[in-house]
């Protein structure tokens, strides 16, 4: 079993940063790769990016590519989201996950095997 907790929510202005993590349980974290999607209500989830078991390739969805950077520690078991210029469109809860596969980053949230619980994050005008 994985256990997946985020971190790094909260309120920001619109044109500000944030730095998500989600730290892992277990010993599978640097084998797999891992995920970051978002939620706003009333809305699907969404892929925002994802990286390799490695950290050596990195996938973005369009509406984040230049603005976030995923990135990975797997001596820490952490995966990190960097998000800059946020706009209130990004307000969303935000979920780590990962997938069970080491050299591809599905896009889709069927794809991925564990889930955190989210992170609120709220961007204000």
């Known amino acids: 079993q994985v256990q997946l907790v985020e971190s790094g929510g909260g309120l920001v202005q619109a044109g500000g940063s944030l730095r998500l993590s989600c730290t892992a349980s277990?010993?599978?974290?640097?084998?797999?790769?891992m995920g970051w999607f978002r939620q706003a209500p009333g809305k699907e989830r969404e892929f925002v990016a994802a990286v390799i078991w490695s950290g050596g390739s990195t996938s973005y969805a369009d509406s984040m590519k230049g603005r976030c950077t995923i990135t990975r520690d797997n001596a820490k078991n952490t995966v990190y989201l960097e998000m800059n210029s946020l706009q209130p469109e990004d307000t969303a809860v935000y979920y780590c996950a990962l997938a069970r596969r080491r050299y591809s980053y599905p896009q889709t949230p069927y794809a991925y095997d564990y889930w955190g619980q989210g992170t609120q994050v709220t961007v204000s005008s």
């Open positions: 277990g010993r599978t974290f640097s084998t797999y790769a």
